[in-house]
């Protein structure tokens, strides 16, 4: 297993700035996810994050608009840049590391006024 | 896009009641998983199913995976307020990435 932690838990913020998420594991990871869960709903997964090279978005996401770093084995970060209401909700950063389940960390719950 | 539809969307019942939760697609999945959210928390993961038709048993739920790797249900016996929580399915055709399902809300009254 992999333990997971996340900072900040939570913000509020101002529309028109930016946060960055960090997420540490306690072990080296093969991969590592960032995901959105949108109050009241499911997950969506925004991104991979790629050891050494960019990231790879999903479809709706774009780089300039969350940019993440992968410096090492066990460390990313999310950046939410330029914020909106519209991007208040909980981010999520999973790993998994070699077989096919996730580990999830807390979340950071973002609230944008 | 693949699509992974949950039902009920809630569920509130009484602490004793069983109750069964059902993720459908059109899409064939080589892999289908089961995690439980609690608020403030990340998902959980429950169980992992991959063989068409396998039902996998932990302790009071069991989880199954249609014939045709499409759907599954979990079905909750006896349920107990401490099953409160968001239950979501995920799915892989076979890549690192899941998708997740829309998610079932359940609360357990005592």
């Known amino acids: 297993s992999a333990v997971i932690s996340q900072k900040p838990s939570r913000d509020i913020c101002q529309r028109g700035t930016s946060l960055t998420i960090q997420c540490q594991v306690d072990s080296q990871v093969t991969m590592m996810f960032w995901y959105r869960q949108q109050p009241g709903q499911s997950l969506t997964l925004i991104a991979t994050?790629?050891?050494?090279?960019?990231?790879?978005?999903e479809s709706g996401f774009v780089i300039d608009k969350f940019p993440i770093s992968r410096p090492n084995l066990t460390f990313s970060t999310l950046t939410v840049s330029n914020m909106s209401p519209e991007d208040s909700s909980i981010y999520l950063c999973?790993?998994?590391?070699?077989?096919?389940?996730?580990?999830f960390g807390p979340g950071t719950r973002l609230t944008v006024l | 896009t693949q699509l992974l539809e949950q039902s009920p969307q809630f569920l509130s019942i009484q602490e004793g009641e069983n109750l069964t939760v059902y993720c459908n697609s059109s899409?064939?999945?080589?892999?289908l998983q089961w995690y439980r959210q609690e608020p403030g928390e990340g998902p959980v993961l429950l169980v992992t199913?991959?063989?068409?038709?396998e039902v996998k048993k932990l302790k009071r739920l069991t989880f199954q995976f249609g014939d045709a790797r499409k759907d599954s249900s979990l079905h909750i016996t006896a349920a107990q307020p401490g099953d409160t929580g968001l239950y979501l399915c995920?799915?892989?055709?076979?890549?690192?990435?899941?998708?997740f399902g829309t998610g079932t809300r359940l609360k357990v009254l005592a």
């Open positions: 999973s790993v998994t590391s070699g077989g096919n389940e996730q580990f």
């Open positions: 199913v991959v063989t068409g038709g």
């Open positions: 899409s064939v999945f080589s892999s």
């Open positions: 995920a799915a892989t055709s076979g890549t690192y990435k899941y998708i």
């Open positions: 994050a790629n050891q050494g090279s960019e990231a790879t978005y």
